[in-house]
Structure formats: C-alpha cells, structure tokens
C-alpha cells in the first residue's frame, strides 16, 4: 500500500523536495533618493529603506558581501515635471545610482524604467487632459533606456505597460549601440491594490485617476498570455509577473506556454502585510517569507524580485 507519508521525515523530506530557493534567484529591490543624505526608513515597508546616494554605496557593498546577486533601482529625484525629464537626464538620480552601484560592486544592476516617480501627475506616461498618452511616451521611454543602458545598468526592467513600449526601448537602445543590454519586461503587471506601500516608498501617488488604463485587470489571465506573447515578439528577453502571490495561476500558465526567464514580483503589499502581522505577532516574519517565495518558485518563476532578498541573505552568512 502506498503510504505518502514515508518520505515526510527529515532528511528524506529535503532529499525529495521539488523546489529549490536560491539566494541566486532573489533580486532586491533599493530606492534612491537624491533630497537626503542618509539611509530613511520607509514607515509603511518596516526593515525597508530609502538610500542616499552616498549610503547607496555602502548599502550595494552589504548585498555583495551577503551574496546577493542583483538590485532593481528605483529613483526618487529633487524636481518632478510634466514630462518628466528627470527620468532620462543622464545625471539624474537613477543614473548616479547605477553608477555608484557599478563602482562599488558587481552586483548586476536592473533599473526600473518608467516615468511615473518623475512626472509631476504621477502617471506612467505623458498626458493630456486625464488621458494617459501611448504612443507619444515611447520615444521617451527609449531615452530613458539609452540612459540607464549609458550608465551602466546591466538589465533595464520597463514596468510602464505602454502598449509597445518593448519594441520602441529595444530599437533605441540597438540604434545607440547598447544591443546587449537585455529588456525585462513587466510584461503582466495588473492594477493591483498590493502597490500601496510602494507609493510612500517612492512617492509615485498619483494626482488623478487610476492606472487602471494600462495595467490589467485582476480578472483576467487570457490576456496576459497575450501581453506576455507581444513582448516577447517585440524582443523581451525576461518576463516578469506582477504581483506575485495572488497571480500564481498566472506565472505558471506563463511559464508553460513560453518557456522564458520568467520573475515573478513580490511587491510592497506582500512584503508589508507579513511585516504587519509578524510586528502583532500573528505571523512568523521569516517562515511566512520562505514559504511565500518557494511557492513563487514552485509556482515557474526563475527569479524573485523581493524586499526580503537582504534578510534571507543573512540566514546563510557564514
Ligand atoms: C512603477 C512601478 C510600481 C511598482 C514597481 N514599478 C508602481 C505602480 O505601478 O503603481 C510597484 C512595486 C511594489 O509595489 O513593490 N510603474
């Protein structure tokens, strides 16, 4: 008779476990903030923190030291405007980040690209009226990309989920010479609730509306196979699923039907509703996060971008 349980005694439980975590799938998520001199913590993502650009330094050093092997950057700049030409300045803040980063590890370096925590509205792209303009912010969007790509960043990760945004980085980055730089796409990103500590974390609230014109709708899972096919044929060269937990069905239709690199995104919400409930001692901090991020592995993702990539680090420092 076969009994399940036989293999579910210590040793043997590890020896058949399907999945692996690896510190080498975790990437970090670290904001930049040029206004402030030194490390702030961010209120609504407890353990989470904003960098200057001086501490950015000492901060990537740490993640090196810990065996981390990737950061996505965020930056938060001193002036926001309507077209938001913070984003591709080439001092900008996101590009004295990648190259405090570059200089100061070889830690790989993925930039978030997209305009919103340099608008002054706060969208993802140009507007007029209320209306979130497409077409008129992929020239832009290929600017920031040629930038970061100057910078240095190793990876440029678009999270805007303008329709074609892929093809117009790629061909603008291929034009300037930077043809290896390789494009995450946030290529399913949905309108999620699960973003709100992320809008103190790098004060990209919005002045009207709602993203819900270009992210998707929780609702559907066809779609994003759609959204994912397109990117890849506009040159993605890594997927990525956004958020990760509640959208599990999701990666792994993802990650079966196309077989890519494929990230999954454990976003501000996630992070901040274990970190809440461990804090009342109603969760336990680190056997919550190790169980959410094997089932994200489990689930088809290659790579994990979270906020715990530094705290699982130090389960393993010798
Ligand atoms: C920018 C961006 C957002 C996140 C990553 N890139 C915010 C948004 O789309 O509203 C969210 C990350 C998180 O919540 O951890 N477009």
Not at 21 to 44: K, Y
Not at 71 to 85: I, T
Not at 94 to 100: E, F
Not at 156 to 178: K, N, T
């Amino acid at each position: 008779m076969k009994r399940m349980r036989r293999l579910r005694n210590p040793g043997i439980r590890e020896m058949v476990a399907e999945t692996d975590l690896n510190l080498g799938d975790l990437i970090q998520p670290i904001f930049v903030d040029e206004r402030i001199s030194g490390p702030r913590g961010i209120v609504a993502m407890p353990g989470q923190f904003r960098q200057s650009l001086e501490s950015l330094a000492t901060e990537a050093a740490v993640l090196e030291d810990l065996g981390v092997p990737a950061v996505l950057l965020f930056g938060l700049p001193a002036q926001k405007d309507e077209m938001g030409s913070g984003a591709y300045d080439s001092n900008g803040v996101i590009q004295k980040a990648v190259r405090t980063v570059k200089e100061a590890t070889d830690l790989v370096v993925i930039t978030d690209l997209c305009l919103c925590e340099y608008t002054n509205h706060g969208h993802c792209g140009l507007i007029r009226g209320e209306v979130v303009l497409n077409d008129e912010t992929l020239p832009l969007l290929g600017e920031v990309a040629v930038s970061h790509a100057e910078a240095g960043a190793d990876v440029v990760a678009p999270s805007g989920m303008m329709d074609h945004m892929v093809q117009a980085i790629r061909a603008a980055l291929d034009v300037d010479g930077y043809t290896d730089t390789p494009i995450l796409s946030y290529a399913a990103k949905y309108a999620s609730t699960f973003y709100g500590p992320f809008r103190e974390a790098a004060e990209s609230g919005f002045a009207f509306g709602d993203r819900k014109g270009y992210q998707m709708n929780p609702a559907n899972s066809a779609e994003a196979l759609w959204e994912v096919q397109l990117d890849i044929e506009e040159g993605a060269d890594m997927v990525m699923i956004k958020p990760a937990l509640p959208y599990l069905d999701i990666l792994r239709a993802v990650k079966d039907m196309f077989g890519m690199p494929t990230a999954a995104y454990q976003v501000s919400g996630e992070y901040s509703m274990i970190m809440a409930a461990a804090e009342q001692g109603w969760l336990d901090e680190r056997a919550a996060f190790l169980e959410a991020l094997m089932c994200i592995k489990r689930a088809g993702a290659d790579m994990i971008v979270t906020y715990w990539a530094k705290e699982y680090a130090k389960l393993y420092e010798k």
